[in-house]
Structure formats: structure tokens, C-alpha cells
């Protein structure tokens, strides 16, 4: 993070599309051909629920291994056997995996999964006859309890095998796993692409559609598909136009536009020049394309970061609440007015929400747009608003915010509509604002705890914050959202630019 810091300081901020999307790229692939006719595609977040899924069963069909012994063969159940079951599920578990038969769809065929569940299966009554033949059973115990074992496992294995299988082939559960596609040309090229995709691809891809400025047989305009990006969500956008549109320059202009989406950007390699070689190329189904911009955060991520979110701000509700009380309580006293303060705000996606803080300015003050942004000495401020600001207390019921999904714990800051940099709003002071929209927008955030917050006075403070932002977005983890969290409560609470 302290490379961004030092650009910033020396007047050179990368805020290029390189350092945003290409520095983010997590998953090593989309698609893989399985042969001429059929192509699979790794979805996100299919693969880590199945293996859930597998641990699940096996300590379900342990369980109940262990009772039925228990019933009818050993009342009186010995720790060996007992040890030998749980080293067991340990094998299976810690059994090098072959993720890739969990592509869609050979998630959903016998003869893959087959392949996937046999070995883990076959070492893990392995792993339970030897535990069993160290403690001194005899060999045909040993034998056939791995055998029952075996049974047990395979059955549980099967069963949720054959309800996964079902739900994957429902018409709601297949397309909302499928690719959701956009190509960017309107030429030959773009339109032959379309047309595999439609007939050969539509199990595991969903053409959106092609987009053009120049017109002629598209379903809309770039701008059009950005619009299209927020209101639907899409998870893959290709450029495939004609060289003689512009070759790579053109590619970068459209990279550009499409800076602030949620998607991951690809282009056909005959677009990009010799001195680009270092850019990743994957297989996409049937196609190599280069890849140009990931989504900063992959849908495991993001169930990672949400499941983090609601458990941390649940705790943090429970714990503060009487804090709560007590200045809602305060605020009721000191002035006439509600307690709590809805201002509409832009965040994830560029999508508007409201945010929801204690008022700590008068009523018939009150600024909801923020066409004037809080100054140090503000007269609209009440005498409890004054100090709910300087300890950061008017920022907790935004843990509701949190808990309905509309905000994360920890993320660039979310700006009101009308907020201005150097007189001019935000989007247009600088045109990289954008991309700070393509996380969730937080409570705190790496910005504030390196003393960006406050009144954004001139560009280089709206420069500094979004450098900053951007940093955080490349370094995502839950241990950096567990580094800011706590940083917050240290730096934060007694900040001078708090106001």
C-alpha cells in the first residue's frame, strides 16, 4: 500500500485501469473445453459450496455409523473405534481435490462425480482399517468395519449427490449459475461469437447481448449495457470488434467506460499489440481471451466479507446498545426533531440508499442533499451533535445499514449526491471516483484511518481519499477488515478531522 502513498506524494497517484482491475485478478480461469461439443464453467462460488456440502455429509453419515454400531453391534463403543471413525473423516476431508469436475456441468454427471468422490472415499477406509490395525484389532474386524464404513459414506454421498443434481437442473438455480455475457462489436466477428454461444453454450453461458455505438444489429449502446450492468448484474463483458475500429487504443477507450462495472473484461488476443503479452489469457468456453479487469471481489469473497459483516455488527448492535439509548435520549432533549438523520447516499454498483445516522444538526438546517458539506465551526450543528461528530457516534446506527445489506463494516465511504471537491462533484472533480463504487461502501474504511475524512475541500483531498480507497480494494481480506476495525477505535474516535 505504501507504493500508491508514494505516487501521491511525488503528484502521480496510479489510478490507471492496469493498477484497479488487472492487479485483482484471483480466479485462474472461466472455462475449460471438455471436447468439441460441450464446454464447462467454473462458477465462483459452486465449487466451495459442493465441498461444504461433501464435509457436511461425511460427518452426517459418521454420525450416524456410529449410532447404528451403537444400536446393534457395539453398546459399549470403544475410543479406538470412535478415533478410528474421526481419523477417517479427516482423511476424506484433507484428500487432495480435483476441483475441476466441479465445473458446470460436470458437477451434474454420474461418471465425474464418480471420479471426484471415489478417491477421497477409498483413502478414508483406508485410513480407518489402519488406525484400526495399529490398535491391535484383528485384521477381519478391521476389514469389515472399513467396509461399513465405506457404505455409510457412499449412501450419504449419493443421497446429497442426487438432490444437488436436481436443484442444479431447475430452471431458477441453472440460470442464475450460468455466465451472464456481454460482447461489446457489432462486425462479423462479434455476431459469429454471439451465435456459438446461443447454440452450443446455453447451459453454461447466457448471452445478454451485443453492444455498439456505431449501431446496426445490437441490443443497445455501451452506456446502454452499463445501465444494464447495475440493473441486472453481468458477469463477463468481451470485446470483439474489428481492428480497423481502432485495435488496442479503442480497447483501452472502452476499458475506460467500463471501469466502474462489476464484471470481469475480456478482449479477443488479435486486438492487443506485442508489447501487451504480459496481460493474462484464459480459456473462456471455447475461446482464448485476454484478460483485462476482474471484479475486485469474487462471490466467495463477498460471502466471506457479508457472513463476516452480519456476525461482527450483529455483536456490535447487542453490545452498543445502550451507548444508542443514551444519545438518542440526548439528542430528543437537546433539540426538536427525529433522533435519527436518512440521507441519500451513492454506493455499491452506483446504486443510491439511505444511510442512516443520529441528526446532529438542527432540524430546519439540515442539509439531506449535502450541497454544503460540514465545516470545524458549522452553526447548524446542535451541542450534543458537536460531540456525538468529534467521537464518531453518529455513524453507529449505520450498523443497521450493515445488517440490511446495503453497507459493509469496513469500505470506502459513501458520498451524498451533491458533495463537491474544488467546486466541482465528485465524479467530475475526478473521473476515478467511479471505480471505488465496485465494493460495498463501509462504516469505516483504510481512507479514514490514514486521516482522510473530514470536509473534501480541494481535489488532491478527493485525489488522496480515492488512492487510498483503491489501495484497500486491491488488499482485500478479512484480516485487513479486522486490522481497520481496530485501528478505527484506536486512531479514529479522538481524530482532529472529526467535526
Sequence with gaps: MSEALRQLKNGEPDLSLSAVGEST?????????VDDNSFSYRHPLLPQIVILSDAVSVCVAVMAYIAWQRMYDMPELSGEFVLANIMAAG??????RNVPLLDIPDVTRFSAQLRYLLPPMLFGAAVFCTVLLLLSWPMGAALGRGGEWLVFVAIMLAAERIVGTYLLHTDAIARRLACRVAIIGAGPQAHRMAARINTRMQRTFRLIGLFDDGGGKVDGTVEDLVVRAREEGIDAVIM????DEGGQQHVMDELWRLRGMLADVYVVPTLMTDDCHGWPVER?????LTVLQ?????????MQKRAFDITVGTLLLVALSPVLIVVAVAIKLDSRGPVLFCQPRQGYNNLYFNVFK??????????????RQTSRTDPRVTRVGRWIRRLSIDELPQLFNVLRGEMSLVGPRPHAPQTRAGGQL??????EYVARHRVQPGITGWAQINGSRGELVTRDDLCRRVVLDLEYIRAWSIWLDIKIIFLTVKREIFSRNAF
Design 91 to 96: 482423511g476424506f476431508l484433507l484428500f487432495p
Design 294 to 302: 476482474r471484479r475486485p471481489l469474487s462471490e466467495w469473497d463477498m
Design 358 to 371: 443520529f441528526r446532529s444538526m438542527y432540524t430546519d438546517m439540515a442539509d439531506r442533499d449535502a450541497a
Design 240 to 243: 470483439n470488434f474489428s481492428p
Design 284 to 288: 473462456f468456453g471455447p475461446f482464448s
Design 426 to 431: 465528485l465524479h467530475e472533480a475526478m473521473e
Design 25 to 33: 485478478i484471483r480466479r485462474p480461469h472461466m472455462g475449460r473445453q
